[in-house]
């Protein structure tokens, strides 16, 4: 990448290597010096007129990038961004040929930026563009907005595909000299969504269960999932005000151990559906994406979670009453 | 990859016109300005429209000729929404900058006028806490009039306000628009966008030819912004020889037999085949925005489905896109659209069956 770049949108959903890119992105930008990053707590004093607003942020920072992650300032996210911007153009980096160079900002998550903070964006991408460059990453670019979108190159990052999971496996398996049974990597490759980091991970579990590997040797599940596997077997079972009560201490337990609520929800839908008739497909996928919408304007993902379970158990009753009276 | 001329700018500020006659297509706003130059005369104005048409350049472009280079500073507040634009900041900002008094000496060839200019790009930005900060703009107009009460100076303070579409239609800012000259800016039309394309082009190096000209003004839909950066895009993606292929792959839009798939896979009313297509879009990390309104277009265009199958899926999508904006997830967003559209089609009723 050259100096007339501008600035990038790199979207895709998580796992697709969107970090990894930029990384390698920013080596070949600035050389081995992009690598030596240290880890900053660092603490703004902003003045927003009538009073200072103290934010502290946790940042990544070479001699020529800064990467952070916005959203974690929750609603002040905007003051960050701007601050760091503005800094970041009155210390700029001279170049070799002793011109003044510029720095690269990396956003993280941009897609969970406040609608202030993205507009916030707009007018400062284009004011401060000769002195800072803009890196943004989130996995769905549907909520940046438009204006922001307009003002970057879109660099879409799609998902590999299991034949691409499959040669990384197979070559991380020749690295670390391991023998794969055939078929084994495909197995794995199959159960990961398409996603690497999963695959690379239960590659890694499984390599701990057992070696050798076994051609029929079982790639389990995370523990999450089966805990939610067990959930859906267990309504599917029982649809009463009882067993509703047991799940929601399981639902509780998911909640706590930093499962997000959405990552439940969807992933309990993946079960249901599973066993469901395509009727009933229809109506569970409808209230799963009705849920989930509550769910984000709300703020007790537990209860929404909860009436989705509660609306499965009441239709799925109703279906089997219908059909076996 | 042939070599591409170096500038350490994004074309979108590298070809930002400098003299308010190089806007283009703003023939309204333009004829006032021009004869502001002369006159000095310099209405308080509001600037509208969608993005990539050119307000932010005007106003800035105005403001630079009217003062210059060297006063520019002390003559020009810009504020845009990445200032802080809270009540007490605007307040405080404008007054301290309005209350400096200024004479007329012209300087350095420039008009000079003896007023000071105040550019609040983005009004728009500010949508939801609007009524808040929207309302102590108008300060300066009051507070103008205080000061001439209080001084003998004759201070005017001009006040630029530019903004994207969605205010204007607002009730919150009628008092502060009553007050100033509208201006509308109309989305740029296909030739105005071709011939800066190919201006820019031919000072880049670049080869263009006519479809791949006319796919981006297309694409681009009247936003000049939008066009340039698909043009700076493709020329570091593909190098000097652009064809109307690259263009569409560095717009996001997304390719139409991703879209069929879906379709016929909604068409075959098999769930579990839909859900599967979904599945891809997500993975392959489509906009789910973008494919809804692709989709749209497919719907609304097929002739063997009937209008109030449309209607219905309509009403689907209009949701979803609520949904979307909300923050919901796109993958269920989806699939519920295309569980919709299948139901339609296959005239299933609207109503669920078992959920009460
Ligand atoms: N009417 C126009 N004439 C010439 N260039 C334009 C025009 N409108 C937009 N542009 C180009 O698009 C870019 C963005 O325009 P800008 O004025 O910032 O748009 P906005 O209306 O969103 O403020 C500018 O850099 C300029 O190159
Ligand atoms: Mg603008």
Known sequence: MEQDCPHLLFYGPSGSGKKTLIMALLRQMFGASADKVKVENKNWKVDAGTRTIDIELTTLSSTHHVELNPSDAGFQDRYVVQEIIKEMAKNRPIDTKGKKGFKVLVLNEVDKLSREAQHSLRRTMEKYSASCRLILCCNSSSKVTEAVRSRCLNMRINAPTEGEIVNVLEFIGKKEGLQLPSGFSGRIAQQSNRSLRRAILSFETCRVQQYPFTSNQAISPMDWEEYVSEIASSIFKEQSPKRLFEVRGKLYELLINCIPPEIILKRLLYELLKKLDSELKHEISHWAAYYEHRLRLGQKAIFHLEAFVAKFMSIYKGFLIETFG | ?356
């Not at chain 2, 429209?49 to 472009?61: E, N, R, Y």
């Not at chain 2, 502060?176 to 109309?186: E, I, P, Q, T, V």
């Not at chain 2, 789910?288 to 689907?316: F, H, P």
């Open chain 2, 1 to 356: 990859m042939a070599p591409v001329l170096q500038s350490s700018q994004p074309w979108v500020e590298k070809y930002r016109p400098r003299q308010v006659k190089d806007v283009a297509h703003q023939d309204e706003v333009v004829r006032v300005l021009t004869n502001t130059l002369e006159t000095t005369n310099c209405p308080h104005m509001l600037f509208y429209g969608p993005p990539g048409t050119g307000k932010t350049t005007t106003a800035l472009a105005i403001a630079h000729q009217l003062f210059g280079p060297e006063l520019y500073k002390s003559r020009v507040l810009e504020l845009n929404a990445s200032d802080d634009r809270g009540i007490n900041v605007v307040r405080t900002k404008i007054k301290n900058f309005a209350a400096v008094a200024v004479g007329s000496a012209r300087h350095g060839g420039y008009p000079c006028p003896p007023y000071k200019i105040i550019i609040l790009d983005e009004a728009d930005s500010m949508t939801e806490d609007a009524q808040a900060c929207l309302m102590p703009c108008g300060a300066p107009w009051r507070h103008t009039q205080k000061l001439q009460d209080s001084s003998s100076f004759v201070i005017t303070s001009a006040g630029i306000i530019g903004m994207g579409m969605s205010l204007i239609t607002g009730p919150i800012i009628e008092p502060l628009a009553s007050r100033c000259a509208k201006f509308r800016f109309k989305p740029l039309t296909e030739e105005i966008m071709s011939s800066r394309i190919l201006y820019i082009s031919k000072e880049e190096g670049l080869n263009l030819d006519s479809e791949a000209l006319s796919t981006l003004s297309a694409i681009s839909q009247g936003d000049l912004r939008r066009a340039i950066t698909y043009l700076q895009s493709a020329a570091r993606l593909f190098g000097s020889s652009i064809s109307s292929k690259d263009l569409i792959s560095v717009s996001g839009v997304i390719p139409g037999d991703v879209v069929q798939a879906l379709f016929s896979a909604c068409r075959n009313g098999n769930f579990d085949m839909a859900d599967k297509e979904v599945k891809n879009v997500i993975a392959e990390g489509y906009p789910v925005s973008q494919m809804l309104s692709q989709l749209y277009d497919v719907i609304v265009e097929s002739d063997d489905i009937s209008d109030e199958q449309k209607a219905r899926i309509c009403k689907k999508f209009a949701e979803a896109d609520k949904c979307l904006v909300d923050g919901a997830d796109e993958y269920l967003q989806l699939l519920d659209v295309a569980s919709n559209i299948m139901r339609a089609i296959s005239n299933m009723p609207q109503e669920c069956s078992f959920g009460s």
